[in-house]
T-cell receptor, first 115, second 111 residues
Framework: NAGVTQTPKFQVLKTGQSMTLQCAQDMNHEYMSWYRQDPGMGLRLIHYSVGAGITDQGEVPNGYNVSRSTTEDFPLRLLSAAPSQTSVYFC??????????????FGPGTRLTVL | EDQVTQSPEALRLQEGESSSLNCSYTVSGLRGLFWYRQDPGKGPEFLFTLYSAGEEKEKERLKATLTKKESFLHITAPKPEDSATYLCAVQADGGYQKVTFGTGTKLQVIP
């Protein structure tokens, strides 16, 4: 199993440009999430999905869109990049458990710089 | 609001020098507390889940414990390869999205 994969690994954008960060998992996990990690702050949830066709907002959703057409893929779209979106982005997946507690498996991250 | 505070921010140990990392939390209904390891330039790697006060889990040189207000990650006789940032997270009642991460403890083990 490849686990959770993310592309690209690095990206530089200019303010106002749009792009899509790709995320895929091969573990047949129901739950997928996008986080951003900034210095001095904990991982913050951007958007999440509890299954194909179902997405919802997390703590910091503004400026980002997601969709989930398949169990495997969960792309994150930046609509109009801003310098405040400079960060490291992680995609994570987890299996649905009866207790509702989820250990998450993270991808290697995408380091995004917006100039 | 759920909060997770980790201390110290950074810790430097000699190889073989045991120590503990702390994770203090306030949460409305704890579902689970997680420990992750993060190496530079990589994504967090899951280590443990603790569900209730008094629970302990071990993996190699690491042992995680949980009380009603905090969790400890004990590192026994650490090796240089244990150098990493250790993240604590809590999941609260209220659904899948209710996971709050701490800012981590950066551990450096010197040979």
């Amino acid at each position: 199993n490849a686990g959770v994969t993310q592309t690209p690994k690095f990206q530089v954008l200019k303010t106002g440009q749009s792009m899509t960060l790709q995320c895929a998992q091969d573990m047949n996990h129901e739950y997928m999430s996008w986080y951003r990690q900034d210095p001095g702050m904990g991982l913050r949830l951007i958007h999440y999905s509890v299954g194909a066709g179902i997405t919802d907002q997390g703590e910091v959703p503004n400026g980002y869109n997601v969709s989930r057409s398949t169990t495997e893929d969960f792309p994150l779209r930046l609509l109009s990049a801003a310098p405040s979106q400079t960060s490291v982005y992680f995609c994570a997946s987890s299996r649905r458990r009866l207790a509702g507690v989820k250990e998450q498996f993270f991808g290697p991250g995408t380091r995004l710089t917006v100039l | 609001e759920d909060q997770v505070t980790q201390s110290p921010e950074a810790l430097r140990l000699q190889e073989g020098e045991s120590s503990s990392l702390n994770c203090s939390y306030t949460v409305s209904g704890l579902r689970g507390l997680f420990w992750y390891r993060q190496d530079p330039g990589k994504g967090p790697e899951f280590l443990f889940t603790l569900y209730s006060a008094g629970e302990e889990k071990e993996k190699e040189r690491l042992k995680a414990t949980l009380t009603k207000k905090e969790s400890f990650l004990h590192i026994t006789a650490p090796k240089p390869e244990d150098s990493a940032t250790y993240l604590c997270a809590v999941q609260a009642d209220g659904g899948y999205q209710k996971v709050t991460f701490g800012t981590g403890t950066k551990l450096q083990v010197i040979p």
